[in-house]
């Protein structure tokens, strides 16, 4: 199991481009989210979704396109990319089905986007 | 609405002096709460979950409903334990039926740094 894999790690971007940051997850996992993180206000939540085809906003949705047209992929679009979405986002899954002892969402390694 | 706080952004112990790092929670319902840790910019890592009894790296944390809290606790710290805490809160049921919508709300984070 590859766990969660997110691409690309680095990215700059020109303000106004747009972009993809990739999610995948291999756990056969329903749930799936985005975060970003950025400095003093820990990890905000931007979209999540519960399963193919449904998705829903979260805290920070403005700018910010997602869809979840395949269990396992959870692509985050930027549509016209702003200084202030310079953070690092991570992307995160679980599964919906009951689980004892340790066990809760699996994140990626982030990706740090810069948009200058 | 759930949210999650934790009122120290950062903390700062010696090696071998006991460890608490708050966090307080609000949830009209059941909570699922987590602490989870992460280093040096790195993927987060889960630490504890709150109906479970394992724990990592010797920490452990109680959930107190009448308080609310869900504190972070470490008889004795190693400069090891260094890095990002986050506390967290789903609101994914733990009980079987209902809706679960899998967001997991984070605190802000608390930056814990152990000197030798």
């Known amino acids: 199991n590859a766990g969660v894999t997110q691409t690309p790690k680095f990215q700059v971007l020109k303000t106004g481009q747009s972009m993809t940051l990739q999610c995948a997850q291999d756990m056969n996992h329903e749930y799936m989210s985005w975060y970003r993180q950025d400095p003093g206000m820990g990890l905000r939540l931007i979209h999540y979704s519960v399963g193919a085809g449904i998705t829903d906003q979260g805290e920070v949705p403005n700018g910010y396109n997602v869809s979840r047209s395949t269990t396992e992929d959870f692509p985050l679009r930027l549509l016209s990319a702003a200084p202030s979405q310079t953070s690092v986002y991570f992307c995160?899954?679980?599964?919906?089905?009951?689980?004892?002892?340790?066990?809760?969402?699996?994140f990626g390694s982030g990706t740090r986007l810069t948009v200058v | 609405a759930q949210r999650v706080t934790q009122p120290e952004k950062l903390l700062s112990v010696f090696k071998g002096a006991p460890v608490e790092l708050k966090c307080n929670y609000s949830?009209?319902?059941?909570?699922?709460l987590f602490w989870y840790v992460q280093y040096s910019r790195q993927r987060l890592q889960l630490l504890l979950r709150h109906i479970s009894r394992e724990s990592i790296k010797g920490f452990t944390a109680d959930l107190n409903k009448g308080e609310t809290s869900f504190h972070l606790k470490k008889p004795f710290a190693q400069e090891e334990d260094s890095a990002m805490y986050y506390c967290a809160l789903s609101d994914t049921p733990s009980n079987a039926g209902g809706t679960s919508y899998g967001k997991l709300t984070f605190g802000q984070g608390t930056i814990l740094t152990v000197h030798p």
């Open positions: 995160a899954s679980r599964t919906r089905a009951r689980q004892g002892g340790l066990y809760g969402y699996t």
């Open positions: 949830y009209s319902g059941s909570p699922e």
